[in-house]
């Protein structure tokens, strides 16, 4: 085992029905669990399968194997259903170092088909390639139809070879397979929906904690279900009471009539992890807890009773869930009103932006699918609910407010998928600054968290507001209007000259395009508007026109190929009036007109948003300010350019020495066991693994190895030069402290640089580092930081001494794709510079992908690798090279999003961990 690698950790997992099961390495001490599972949990037949013909002693050996002395050969899961071993998968290297490895597993009776094979499969899959395991062999007999069902439903390549009765079955462990990755989502995904029903969809519903007390949160909840028209049964449950508003209440979750799929909690923190058990041994499914201030202890209880009862958890202090649809009627949040119905999904973390958000949308009538308040979000987050509303059959619109994300990396994931059949809208509130200290390099100090968030969003495809007031602005565009074209060409059309150039100043801020109008289009306009009308984008129509003209006009201009969408400001005039009669809206969009994206600025609009009905019948948002209207049609297109790109395959990485790379840094790991910056030489080593360009470089600890270093490099270098560099370990800026001398010339000058440097840096000098100059060329910084929050993270920006004045950088989440590998350049403000301008030929881009590629590829096989910083990196149109390159490497384990498990909430009082 490496040393970086810890032993397989303890995971919680669900199975296909939903069931949580606890996924844990079977330990020395497990053997009688061993024994009653092989002896009791499984029938005769299922034991002669298991063990290719009956053998009494058969399980006595499995037990000697997983739990004996010789067991440390042996890779053995258990999965645990509350404290109860239900199901073992194991594997042995068939020889020493061969990669190959003897598979059997074993699951009780009671427990077939519901995924206990297959789930354990996959985390011993996970283990064994962390231990340098490559396939998995197994002898199974031809009738064994659920482990072959288990094999077949893995999503990995099966080999079968038919011998005597027996199928020696052989299953490749090739990394990233995408069939395999694809088959594991899709399982997650099915656990997950199956789990979320009872929270979501429950049948029976109980409050526990509604006290007679009026304006008490749980007669409040209790009362808002019963009004809200909840179809199933609901139960009270107060020991200290017996009638709560008019209904009867019960003492205990024991004593209910029936089994609440879900239960509402509302008790005080010291009694929420009783009555959490309580409903688990009743065979609750779900809870929402709604008290606030729970303890470690207790928050460790409620966590414990949850996992081991199978139950979904929403909360603690959380402010409900809603679910409108007729069947359910569930409306058991304290907020505000029950959301009207409708096709947008809402989650938030925070209750204060829940009723705020919950408030616009009522107003602007947008109706809500499903609310839940996540509050401190032990279990269920805003991934499950991503998952629900891709799947519930009336969500079109899913709108979130979240202040961290559980498991960044399963986020985006499943957000890049659910992105791509309905809108994701999220308002990105951002995380301070803190816990970044003692980030020492250029790249962190660059991979701001928005940096890190923008990124994230942006890949994923979700729409990210700036507030929750820009959120709503967009999601009312989104809802109503079809996408523009991705090139987000606008025509600006004002009836007062003034507000269409405010209107068109803020589309370029936006980053909108306003084309040129086509020469007929111009044509038609100058026939249709008086004399003195601005007939170029932006139209002015000037205050003298009329509905009829203005009607035309906007007519006209939806023909005109050249616009994808129309931003309309009108400010009401003798000739416009915005009467019942004559509505000015009634103008925005008529019958016969091409359907694309309109936005009406109504100067005289009280509130910053609402919906107009047009002619026929459909509804289009109207701003009172032009620059909200420009910022949601530019997530439009933002959304429709997304939705345009084609996925994206991962950026073929270099021939890259993965095991060598991995060998350097635990090799480092072991003298420096809380790791640090890696010394040059093995800085260069690891880079040399991923193919990346660093300059030829000598250590020389005297004046005489200075001079012959030198003398070996000056020939490399441009004009004969060499640059040195006085090197301790863990410094960090060099040249701000005076520790790089360039453009060397002569053995006289190197032998006096380095005796400048030993004057001036004593025996903190470890040697001075010699390199060739490298012919001058555009400093760019590539890095990589492994993110707490969203993992491996590519950067790219200016480099050298612009670094950080001019902070020009863009950055993508590891691996990185084809398409970013070729789109990152374009983002820099210093695009020109790379992608070559007139007079100015490009650099190597080629060189420069290969570089990303790389970079992305050390940072997402070696998490251990923290920072990475290459800076900076000269490019050159005859190539790109690197003269400073700093890596930092923490012990850590390496984590793997597509390992199904239940996230570790941090929870109260505890210290949040990576
Ligand atoms: P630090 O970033 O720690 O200050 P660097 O090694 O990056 O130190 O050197 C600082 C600057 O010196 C670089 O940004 C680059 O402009 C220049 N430089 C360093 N080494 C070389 C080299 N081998 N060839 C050309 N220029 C160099
Ligand atoms: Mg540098």
């Not at 011998?163 to 995408?178: A, C, K, T, Y």
């Not at 409306?331 to 408030?359: C, H, K, M, R, Y």
């Not at 395009?513 to 026939?527: C, K, N």
Request: glycine share 10%; aromatic share 4%.
């Amino acid at each position: 085992m490496s040393i970086t690698e810890p032993p397989v950790s303890a995971a919680e997992a669900l199975l296909t029905d939903g069931t949580t099961v606890l996924v844990r390495p079977v330990e020395a001490g497990d053997r009688a669990a061993v024994l009653e599972l092989h002896e009791h949990g499984m029938s005769d037949t299922s034991r002669r399968m298991r063990f290719l013909g009956a053998s009494r002693v058969a399980p006595q050996m499995v037990a000697d194997r997983l739990c004996g002395p010789g067991r440390s050969g042996v890779l053995a899961l258990g999965a645990w259903a509350d404290g109860r071993l239900v199901g073992e998968a194991d594997c042995e290297a068939t020889a020493p170092g061969s990669g190959s490895a003897e598979l059997a597993m074993a699951v009780a009776d009671a427990w077939h088909h519901r995924g206990v094979g297959t789930l354990l499969v996959e985390h011993l899959v996970h283990a064994a390639r962390k231990r340098g395991i490559r396939e998995f062999v197994a002898d199974t007999l031809a009738g064994n139809r659920s482990v072959h069902r288990v094999f077949s439903d893995l999503g990995l390549p099966v080999h079968r070879h038919l011998d005597h009765g027996e199928i020696r079955v052989r299953v490749p462990l090739d990394e990233d397979d995408e069939g395999y990755l694809r088959a594991v989502d899709e399982r997650g995904r099915t656990a997950d929906l199956a789990s979320l029903a009872a929270l979501l969809r429950p049948r029976t519903v109980a409050v526990v904690g509604a006290s007679r007390r009026t304006g008490s949160v749980g007669r409040t909840i209790l009362l808002k279900i019963r009004r809200g028209g909840f179809t199933g049964p609901l139960w009270a449950v107060n020991p200290h009471t017996g009638v709560i508003a008019g209904e009867p209440a019960y003492p205990g979750i024991a004593e209910l009539p029936g089994v609440p799929d879900l239960a509402v909690l509302a008790v005080p923190p010291a009694a929420v992890p009783g009555a959490a058990e309580d409903c688990g041994r009743a065979g609750t499914k779900a809870l929402v807890v709604l008290t606030s201030g729970l303890d470690a202890a207790q928050a460790r209880r409620l966590m414990h009773s949850c996992r081991r009862h199978s139950m979904r958890l929403v909360g603690p202090n959380s402010l409900g869930i809603a679910q409108t649809d007729p069947q359910i009627r569930l409306d058991a949040e304290f907020g505000g009103a029950f959301p009207l119905p409708g096709t947008a999904g809402v989650a938030v973390q925070s209750g204060g932006v829940g009723i705020a958000l919950l408030e616009r949308l009522a107003w602007l009538g947008i109706g809500v699918s499903t609310f839940v308040s996540l509050g401190d979000k032990y279990d269920v987050s805003g991934n499950d609910l991503l998952q629900w509303w891709e799947s519930d059959g009336r969500t079109d619109l899913a709108l979130l407010h979240l202040e961290s994300f559980g498991s960044p990396r399963a986020f985006a994931r499943t957000a890049r998928r659910v992105t791509r059949t309905l809108p994701v809208l999220t308002v990105d509130a951002g995380r301070s600054d803190a816990g970044r200290r003692g980030a020492a390099s250029h790249t962190a100090a660059a991979a701001t968290p928005t940096v890190t968030r923008e990124t994230l969003f942006r890949q994923a495809g979700i729409t990210a507001a700036h507030s929750v007031a820009e959120l709503v602005e967009a999601a009312a565009l989104l809802h109503t209007q079809p996408l523009p074209d991705g090139r987000g060409r606008v025509a600006v059309v004002s009836n007062a000259g003034g507000i269409g150039i405010l209107a068109a100043d803020a589309c370029a801020e936006a980053g909108l395009q306003l084309p040129p109008l086509p020469a007929d289009t111009v044509a038609e306009l100058r026939d249709l508007l008086p004399a003195g009308a601005g007939t170029a984008n932006p139209v002015d129509t000037t205050a003298a026109v009329g509905p009829a003209e203005l009607r035309a006009c906007l007519d006209a201009l939806a023909r005109a190929d050249t616009v994808d969408a129309l931003l309309v400001c009108l400010v009401p005039t003798a000739l416009v009036q915005d009467d019942a009669d004559q509505p000015l809206h009634a103008l925005l969009h008529g019958p016969g007109r091409r359907h694309l994206p309109v936005a009406a600025v109504l100067l005289d609009q009280e509130v910053p948003v609402q919906y107009r009905t047009c002619a026929d019948g459909g509804r289009l948002p109207s701003y009172a300010d032009p620059a909200a209207a420009a910022r949601a049609l530019a997530h439009a297109r933002d959304r429709a350019r997304w939705l345009a790109e084609p996925p994206s395959a991962p950026a073929a990485p270099p021939a890259a020495d993965t095991d060598r790379a991995r060998r350097l840094i635990d090799a480092f790991l072991t003298t420096h066991p809380d790791g640090g910056w890696l010394d040059p030489e093995t800085a260069a080593d690891l880079l040399d693994c991923y193919r990346l360009p660093l300059t030829a470089s000598i250590r020389a600890r005297s004046e005489h190895e200075a001079v012959l270093a030198g003398r070996t490099l000056r020939p490399l270098g441009h004009e004969g030069r060499v640059a040195a560099k006085a090197y301790w370990p863990g410094q960090v800026h060099k040249s701000a402290e005076g520790a790089v001398r360039l453009g060397i010339g002569s053995d006289t000058d190197a032998r006096e640089c380095y005796r400048d440097f030993r004057a001036r840096f004593g025996d903190r000098m470890a040697g001075l580092v010699v390199q060739p100059m490298a012919a001058p060329g555009l400093e760019l910084l590539v890095g990589a930081v492994q993110d707490e929050v969203f993992g491996p993270l590519v950067l790219l920006g200016l480099g050298g001494t612009a670094t950080d004045v001019l902070g020009d950088r863009t950055a993508r989440l590891a691996p990185l794709t084809e398409r970013d590998v070729e789109t990152m350049p374009a983002d820099l403000r210093a695009a020109p510079l790379i992608l070559g301008r007139p007079g100015a030929p490009e650099t190597d881009l080629a060189a420069l992908r290969r570089v990303l590629a790389g970079v992305s590829a050390l940072a997402w096989d070696q998490p251990q690798a923290v920072e990475v910083d290459l800076n900076p990196l000269i490019a050159r149109p005859d190539g790109v090279v690197c003269v400073d390159a700093r890596i930092r490497v923490e012990p850590r384990p390496s984590f793997d999003p597509y390992l199904r498990r239940l996230r570790r909430p941090a929870l109260a009082g505890e210290a949040s961990g990576p």
